[in-house]
């Protein structure tokens, strides 16, 4: 939906619909905030895979969003990954879980501007923010759209306007990291006489580690170091540009004939130093760039969405606090860290030289150890994740599993209850828990259930950190965390969670109604 910005009003305003814009704008929609996008494209990205791997914790979002069947007849899933092109022993971090996706980043854009659509996301193409003037009271956007300079005024900014972000210079956030001095072309091409047939990830001593792997049946992804910097970084890779690439770093082109996509990457590494600066936030790659290998800049993007976007739809909607907010620099920033460090390790294992030779014969040695790669797969796909939001329970912080829950409604799994993006309190026979939960009953579901026969056994499986002891009631924030818990056949810990539920969602009101979804809820 294009929209006329001289008119439009919003809560948030949100500045680049790249996949980190459309999944935070899907997200406050869910909470019931006005939202408008801008973005400086006239339309959604057409054809380029540029982001095609979406790790498993991101694919637990989805599924809790009602996407996971939209991206799972698109992609391909994969039951194992490479680690910069080397091989990992046979592991299995989460069997509910691929190690990863593969999906054209165009069409995850796709699914996720239908969706923001369907939930009523204004989106004001060729619109580009220019400045902003913030006050006590709101925060100003100027634009410059189709019919010239204009402006919109909202509580808060989000810039997830990727790694050049206008939103960060424009707030002045420092964004220290590496310069980069290797640089990489990416594309996918066709090719006249591929290599090996459905192609190879090659090693040799003047490129290092290049990937030519056939994608599709016509198509090859190819990676490869350049040996100069290009003159433009910012200007298209052409197909004479790309053979060149090919031959110096090959010896052939491998009848390179047509690409229909092409970019540059470099071994640049940024990360800002605040998340948050008084009415603006940044998310996705406004926040934190890194070499593309390893496959994580999408999947940070969309988890930053889902962090910040039931955030600010408490502290607009449902009266939590302002200071709910800075969780978000607190929780985003150390995860983007490690995963930044991450990702520089694999970046130099791609590179040529005879010390990094080395380096990936140990490495490629340690990965056969299965418990490494299990380690290591616990990063990749996120699903080791854990805020911290307290030691009293292993659980707390960490996702929380897809429960199965038997209702007197019926059956039900906890990633549906997730759906409308509310937080959701399991009630597995505590006792005590509607007396403490009741000033709450309008911002939370309460669900009563009994646990499906998996995870009746008395104990849960925290895949890599082991077994821990069962629960019988557990706070389930929006995006998926574990916030409160209590042990299993000990009495409600009244204070322990009143707190948590004021931490989370506010001050205590007095409710005279509760909601209901599905499942039975009580107030
Ligand atoms: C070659 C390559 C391979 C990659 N592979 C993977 C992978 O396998 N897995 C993975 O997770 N990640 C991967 N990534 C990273 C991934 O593509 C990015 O992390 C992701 O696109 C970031 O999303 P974003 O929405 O934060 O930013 P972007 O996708 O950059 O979107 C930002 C949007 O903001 C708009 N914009 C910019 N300035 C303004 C302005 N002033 N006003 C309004 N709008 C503006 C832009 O037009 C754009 O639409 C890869 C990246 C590259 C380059």
Redesign the pocket.
């Known amino acids: 939906m294009n929209i006329d910005i001289s008119t439009a009003r919003a809560r948030v305003v949100i ?8 999944m935070l704008a899907a997200e406050l929609r869910l909470g019931g905030i006005e939202v408008v996008v ?4 006239p339309a959604g ?1 057409v054809g380029e895979s ?6 498993a914790r991101s694919l637990e979002i989805f599924a809790q969003r009602g996407l996971a069947e939209e991206f799972g007849s698109r992609g391909k899933t994969l039951p194992g990954v490479l680690f910069s092109g080397l091989p990992m022993a046979p592991h299995r971090f989460d069997p509910d879980w691929p190690a990863a996706l593969i999906l054209p ?1 165009h069409q995850t854009e796709r699914i996720l501007a239908a969706r923001a659509a369907e939930l009523g996301v204004r989106i004001a193409w060729s ?4 400045g902003l003037r913030e006050d006590d009271d709101g925060v100003e956007v100027l634009l410059d759209g189709p019919a010239g300079p204009a402006s919109i005024r909202a509580d808060y900014l989000v810039g ?8 960060r210079k424009l707030c002045g956030i420092p964004f220290p990291g590496d310069e980069p001095v290797s640089f990489w072309v ?1 594309g996918d091409v066709r090719l006249d006489s591929p290599p090996d047939g459905n192609g190879v990830f090659g090693r040799n001593e003047r490129i290092g580690t290049y990937q030519i792997s056939r994608a599709e049946p016509e198509w090859f992804r190819l ?1 490869l170091m350049r040996a100069t910097p290009p003159a433009d970084r910012s200007a298209p890779v052409t197909l004479d540009e790309l053979r060149e690439v090919m031959r110096d770093g090959l010896g052939t082109d491998h009848g390179l004939r047509e690409a229909r996509w092409a ?1 540059h ?1 470099s071994d640049g590494f940024r990360q800002v130093t605040e998340y948050r600066r008084g009415r603006v936030f940044l ?4 926040a934190h ?1 890194h070499s ?1 290998i390893g ?7 969309i988890q930053d969405a889902v962090n910040l976007g039931w955030k600010l739809a408490a502290v607009l909607g449902r009266g939590a606090d302002d200071s709910l907010l800075d969780t978000y620099h607190a929780e985003r920033h150390p995860i983007a860290a490690a995963v930044l460090r991450l990702t520089k390790a694999q970046t130099a294992l791609i590179k040529p030289g005879t010390q990094n030779d080395a380096l990936r014969d140990v490495v490629a040695d340690m990965l056969t150890v299965p418990e490494v790669c299990l380690r290591l797969s616990g990063i990749l796909s996120r699903l080791d994740l854990r805020y911290p939001l307290g030691e009293a329970h292993p659980l707390l912080g960490r996702r929380a599993p897809d429960l199965a829950l038997t209702t007197d409604n019926g059956d039900a799994h906890l990633f549906d209850l997730l759906r409308r993006a509310r937080p959701v309190l399991i009630d597995l026979g505590a006792d005590g828990l509607s007396e403490a939960f009741a000033p709450w009953a309008d911002r939370v579901d309460l669900v009563d259930a009994r646990l499906g026969l998996a995870e009746s056994r008395g104990r849960w499986h925290l895949p890599v950190f082991g077994d821990v002891s069962a629960v019988d009631a557990l706070l389930v924030r929006p995006d998926g965390y574990v916030a409160w818990v209590n042990p299993a056949a000990r009495p409600v810990n009244r204070d322990d969670l009143v707190g948590a539920l004021a931490r989370w969602l506010g001050a205590a009101r007095t409710c005279y109604a509760a909601t209901t979804f599905g499942t039975a809820v009580r107030g």
Do not use: K
């Open positions: 500045a680049g619909a790249g996949p980190t814009g459309l801008v973005e400086c494209r990205t540029r982001a095609p791997g979406i790790n980043q619109t580009a923010v220019t997830c306007d990727g790694g050049h972000s206008v939103v990416v990676s970019s990457f998310a996705g790659d406004a760039t593309p496959g994580q800049g999408l999947n940070l993007g």
